[in-house]
Structures are given as structure tokens and as C-alpha cells.
């Protein structure tokens, strides 16, 4: 396992970006996005029968212009894309992301209980919409239904294709960082659909205003030295995996 040179990225993350003018609400979960993106679906933690793997869906809501919705996921996406992490574009179709999914499978080693290594498979991204409803259309039931199954990191995933008949997808693991206004995710997701699959796996991250005005920054020697060491985490957290408990320490 790679030792991280940071005591805490999220913390570091903050720090980094404590003179930008997105609220500290808006840089954490835009950090925490960054750290699940980055651990794919490598890691997990046993509940029970079932393994729970850290990818979120994560919105940043707040009115037009204001509280630097996109500011504030574009600081943290110019640190993972340093990362071997497989970032959708921006406007998409549901065909173009399940062939990107599918593009983004790699192999991995990982060792079990006892000790015996296996190699795995797993097909994972990060979907960023810096304008949610663009990507998820008007009440496009279809994707949503696709991502509401997407969320729970099945080992297989098949789909049907019109002219290929039907593929499949091994170890798929989706995270989704995008950003709206109030108004235009209430005419995406219709109140029907608020309470069950993919709405309700939403962290809805709302927000009104800025931190504080920034007309111009450079960044400081401190800060860029920070941003190399936050980049060379990502990049060893990336390499994580096996199994994460409470009480210990990742098993490789």
C-alpha cells in the first residue's frame, strides 16, 4: 500500500482552495467526489452479505451565477485529472456513456482473506455535468432507471444494443458530480420519481451565495506545492484496494 504524504486530503483540499470564492459546503463535497472517483470500485466495506463500494451522487444546487457551482467542481476535476480516473463528457447520450463504461474496464490486483491474490475487474467513472439538466434531459426515465442501477456497483452489468444484441459490463461503479438550479432539477426529475431510485440516491448539496469575492489570485508557493502533494495522493489513493474496516487498515 503507498503511503500518502498528507494527514488528510480533505483537509488539504480545503486549504488549498480557502482562497476561491465557492463556499466551504460547496469545496468539501466537491472533495469528497474527488476521493470516491479516485478509489473506483477497488475498495469496499462488507455489510453484512453485501459489499458497499464509496461511489456518490453529488449535486451542487443554488441559483444562477452566485454561489460558484461550477468554480468549485472545476478546481478539484483540475487535480483528478491527473488520475487515471475515466471522466465522462460533459453532454452525453446513454449509448455514448455505456461505451465509455465499458472503455474504462481495467484489471486489478487485490489479495483475499487468505492472503491469496486475484486479479478483478472493474469498469469505472465519473460522470460531471456542470449543468445536470443537460445531461439528464426532460424526465428522461430511461437514464435515470440506468443510473438508479449504476449506483449499486453490480458485478455485471448487460445491456441491450438495436443492432449487436446484448454486452456486458464487469464491475461497473458510477460516480456523478454535476450542478443546477432548484428550478431546473425540479423540471428534470418528476415528483413521482422523488422518492425512489436514482433521485433518492441524490446528496443534494444546496447553497445561495459566495464565500467572499476574489477578483484575481495567483496561486502562492505554499498552495502549489500543496496542489503537487494533493495530486500525488490522488494518484496513490487511486491505487488502493481490497477490503476497508472501521477498525483497520486496507488489506492488500
Known amino acids: ?16 482552495t480557502e482562497n ?31 459489499e458497499v463500494y464509496p461511489n456518490m451522487y453529488i449535486v451542487l444546487i443554488g441559483p444562477p451565477g452566485r454561489p460558484r457551482k461550477t468554480t468549485a467542481a472545476r478546481h478539484m476535476l483540475e487535480l483528478l485529472e491527473e488520475t487515471p480516473v475515466e471522466i465522462s463528457a460533459d453532454s452525453t447520450t446513454k449509448e455514448a456513456l455505456i461505451r465509455a463504461m465499458a472503455k474504462s474496464g481495467r484489471e486489478f490486483e487485490v489479495r483475499d482473506d487468505h492472503g491469496v491474490l486475484q486479479i478483478k475487474k472493474h469498469s469505472s467513472i465519473l460522470i460531471f455535468s456542470e449543468e445536470l439538466t443537460v445531461f439528464l434531459g426532460y424526465r428522461n426515465l430511461d437514464l435515470m432507471t440506468y443510473m438508479g442501477e449504476w449506483y449499486d456497483c453490480k458485478k455485471i452489468f448487460r445491456y441491450d444494443t438495436k443492432n449487436m444484441g446484448s454486452d456486458t459490463i464487469m464491475g461497473v461503479c458510477a460516480n456523478l458530480l454535476g450542478a443546477t438550479t432548484p428550478e431546473l432539477l425540479q423540471e428534470s426529475i418528476p415528483k413521482e420519481l422523488i422518492s425512489g431510485g436514482f433521485a433518492s440516491r441524490l446528496i443534494l448539496v444546496y447553497e445561495t451565495d459566495i464565500g467572499k469575492p476574489v477578483s484575481v489570485h495567483q496561486l502562492t508557493d505554499e498552495e502549489r506545492e500543496l496542489k503537487m502533494h494533493l495530486i500525488a495522493d490522488l494518484q496513490r489513493i487511486n491505487q488502493l484496494s481490497g477490503e476497508y474496516k472501521m477498525d483497520d487498515q486496507f488489506k492488500i
Open 1 to 16: 500500500m503507498s503511503i500518502l504524504t498528507l494527514p488528510n486530503w480533505l483537509d488539504a483540499y480545503l486549504k488549498y
Open 20 to 50: 476561491t470564492e465557492p463556499k466551504r459546503i460547496f469545496r468539501l463535497w466537491v472533495g469528497i467526489a474527488a476521493v470516491a472517483s479516485a478509489l473506483e470500485r477497488k475498495v469496499y466495506t462488507q455489510w453484512g452479505h453485501d
